[in-house]
């Protein structure tokens, strides 16, 4: 007879969540297989050998001896040796080759470590966390510099209340100073609620030098100069006397080679005076003559 052919709509709904628990049992039996196929040539390696007829004996009972220890499964190290892969293997097969680093080879599943550092937002391991040496080891010799109060906090007058408090309680004798322990005056350093409101809520500024999501602090980043320093604003009257302009509306000396080049390739949306935004004044005019600002824009 002919079978009948099963509708799809009768087929059971595939499950997801048990693909994905199949898959990865799968990929353990695979390493488990590596495993076995390796100690199966190790055994097969281990029986073969060498020899005339008048070595077979030896060579068997010599084999009769070795069986124990060719029975003996691989290790858990040499199994991860040999499914490791090199570095070249693992920048060819991922997606982001930039990010895999020599130690990322290491790791129980090397793709997967790659796509979780490319992923946007991550936040990287800090890099001391493989070197023998502790962290911040060498700050010991340093001194830490006292807590300076903002200026917002300055500007409310608690400083010179605190100085005028600290004047007072020196200038008392011990018994004077043991009396108010027992009975201390309350509100001597009290600073207007209006002030207060105003300092924190008005005029508060962000403090400087805080770190932004995903920079992490590392030995001697206090030290380090920030060189990131905006280019343009006004010039000085030395900068203009080491220049040689005589005054604001004398063009500076890299207009001409900026007007043939560009801008630089690192500020390209950088305003510049006569190139890419308005003259300084009216007394400025474009031309070659002495004191002028070469060729004017075409795109304006």
């Not at 069986?67 to 997606?95: F, G, N």
Request: aromatic share 8%; with cysteine.
């Amino acid at each position: 007879g002919i079978a009948p052919l099963n509708d799809p709509a009768d087929d059971p709904p595939v499950d997801v969540a048990q693909q994905d628990i199949s898959n990865v049992l799968r990929r353990f039996h695979q390493r488990s297989a590596v495993a076995a196929v390796v100690t199966d040539d190790e055994r097969k390696m281990g029986g073969t050998g060498k020899g005339t007829d008048d070595d077979d004996e030896d060579d068997r009972s010599d084999r009769e001896e070795d069986d124990d220890d060719d029975r003996k499964p691989m290790s858990k190290r040499k199994l991860r040796e040999m499914i490791r892969p090199t570095v070249a293997d693992l920048k060819r097969r991922v997606q982001r080759p930039d990010l895999v680093e020599a130690h990322d080879i290491t790791a129980a599943d090397p793709d997967f470590l790659i796509e979780l550092k490319g992923i946007p937002g991550t936040v990287p391991v800090p890099r001391h966390w493989g070197r023998k040496r502790k962290y911040l080891q060498g700050k010991r010799g340093f001194e830490k510099p006292p807590f300076q109060l903002p200026d917002f906090i300055v500007k409310t007058g608690i400083t010179e209340i605190r100085d005028t408090v600290a004047e007072d309680e020196a200038k008392q004798s011990a018994k004077q100073k043991n009396r108010s322990r027992v009975n201390p005056k309350m509100g001597s350093m009290d600073v207007d609620y209006k002030t207060l409101y105003e300092a924190f809520f008005k005029y508060q500024t962000k403090p400087k030098g805080m770190t932004k999501f995903g920079d992490l602090y590392y030995e001697g980043k206090e030290l380090e100069t920030s060189t990131d320093v905006k280019p343009g604003g006004p010039f000085s009257k030395e900068l203009m006397a080491a220049l040689g302009m005589t005054d604001e509306s004398s063009p500076p000396p890299w207009l001409m080679n900026m007007q043939r080049y560009g801008p630089p390739p690192s500020y390209p949306n950088l305003a510049i005076p006569g190139l890419n935004a308005p003259l300084p004044n009216d007394q400025c005019q474009y031309g070659y003559h002495p004191g002028g600002w070469g060729k004017p824009p075409v795109d304006q």
